[in-house]
């Protein structure tokens, strides 16, 4: 009977680790395939990955800038970004990591036009950078808010935190990029991402708890 069960978690993982790899695979061909696309400048391609990821770009940019009409002026300038450089897309890494990478670029040089501070810099002083473990058994913090409350309250919240902070929530858990991912799209070491990530789910807590009272306040009085 042990044996039998030994046998059958066996063959269980092995099915999915085989699935994973052959997702991986079919990732990895897809990538290859919008290299190629943006190498011929096809413009049906290009129609094709704005419907795909018009929706998770435009929302990006809502929660780094804060603000509509410039999420959505740069949220045009990305694209043509795009069909400007889509030559340098080699298909190695994710599209959408490129594709984020353009838009923060956007952004930073957004702000030092206008002479704001930088994403780095508007994060809190004196920001710890000690390593952190990130967990990944049962679901976040910033799950568990999403389910429990309305994603636009969710997402009203994540526009008063640091500007630091909600990037790496939003790349996370929007956009479930991996640790390296994040690190790649804002040129911070690993360490600094997960410091961020925890520090942004510490904060967001509080900010939850006072929304709450604030509308529960709101139903009483009214």
Do not use: C
């Not at 929660?63 to 410039?70: D, H, M, Q, S, V």
């Not at 390296?180 to 070491?189: C, L, M």
């Amino acid at each position: 009977m042990a044996q039998t069960l030994t046998a059958g978690l066996v063959r269980g993982r092995g099915n999915a680790a085989a699935f994973e790899a052959e997702r991986i695979a079919e990732l990895q061909r897809e990538n290859l395939a919008i290299a190629k696309g943006l190498k011929r400048n096809d413009p049906d391609l290009l129609d094709q990955l704005i419907d795909m990821y018009q929706h998770r770009l435009l929302r990006y940019l809502l929660f780094l800038t804060g603000k509509r009409e410039i999420a959505e002026d740069l949220f045009q300038e990305t694209w043509m970004r795009v069909l400007l450089r889509g030559s340098q897309y080699n298909g190695k890494a994710r599209f959408d990591t490129w594709l984020f990478t353009i838009a923060r670029n956007l952004v930073i040089d957004l702000s030092r036009k206008r002479q704001m501070a930088s994403l780095d810099e508007m994060s809190a002083a004196g920001e710890d950078e000690r390593p952190f473990e990130v967990a990944i058994d049962g679901p976040s913090p910033f799950d568990q808010f999403a389910v429990r409350e309305d994603r636009a309250e969710v997402a009203e919240v994540l526009l008063k935190l640091e500007p630091s902070y909600r990037e790496v929530l939003t790349l996370r858990f929007h956009e479930e990029m991996s640790l390296e991912e994040i690190a790649t799209v804002t040129r911070a070491p690993l360490s600094t991402v997960k410091s961020r990530l925890y520090r942004g789910l510490a904060a967001l807590k509080p900010e939850v708890e006072q929304l709450r009272r604030s509308h529960a306040n709101g139903s009483a009085s009214s």
